[in-house]
């Protein structure tokens, strides 16, 4: 699925929050339950290279989101992703709902791969918040919790929903070798430093 094929208003484009990937289209998938629109496909993570991702995953701008079975290998045909230790809790109405893991992705086989610009968010369920996920963002006008009928069961364990981009000025932020975010601005004047050791 390309963006070319999303049936959306013209002027629109999808930028969802971390909290509306999670609550709204995340958790429906786990659930077994109709999402509207139903725009994310879902691909297999071992089976692409962040490059092969357009005209199969859901782009939007020089983002690409996708769904994917949960798999602790994360290797490609060309490389492989590897996690940065922190991970952030992802909230709706004052509960944990989710976790977003941050990734890089290393050309090459593991542990010798060279590290690149593609950055990947990982977004997972949060047990604990389950019962109580609404089906919009909203706290006040939400409607009410899903809850589970018959044979109908929440697979949050199989289930995660990636953002992928390729971290440059033209789009989001680079990483330092720590794992810390670095900005275009700090990468123009980490250059002029560097430009200014080999002139002096």
């Known amino acids: 699925m390309g963006g070319a094929t999303i049936n959306l208003p013209p002027g629109f484009r999808f930028f969802p929050s971390d909290e509306e990937l999670v609550v709204h289209f995340l958790y429906r998938k786990a659930a077994h339950l109709p999402c509207q629109p139903d725009i994310i496909p879902t691909i297999d993570l071992r089976c692409n290279d962040p490059w092969d991702l357009n005209g199969k995953a859901l782009q939007g701008g020089n983002q690409w989101y996708f769904f994917t079975r ?90 995660v929903l990636c953002r992928v981009y390729e971290s440059n000025c033209g789009s989001q932020v680079s990483f330092c070798d720590d794992g810390s975010e670095l900005s275009c601005l700090d990468e123009v004047f980490l250059s002029l430093d560097d430009l200014d050791e080999v002139t002096n």
Not at 70 to 84: E, H, L
Not at 114 to 124: A, Q, V
Not at 125 to 139: D, H, I, K, V, W
Not at 143 to 151: E, T
């Open 70 to 159: 949960r798999t602790p290998n994360r290797a490609t045909p060309n490389g492989y992703w590897s996690p940065i230790d922190t991970d952030e809790p992802i909230t709706s109405c004052e509960r944990v709902v989710g976790v977003k893991k941050t990734l890089i992705f290393y050309y090459g086989e593991t542990p010798q791969g060279t590290k690149t610009y593609w950055i990947m968010h990982e977004y997972h369920l949060a047990e604990a918040g389950l019962s109580n996920t609404r089906s919009t963002t909203s706290c006040t006008n939400a409607s009410r919790p899903v809850k589970k009928r018959g044979n109908q069961t929440t697979e949050s364990n199989k289930w």
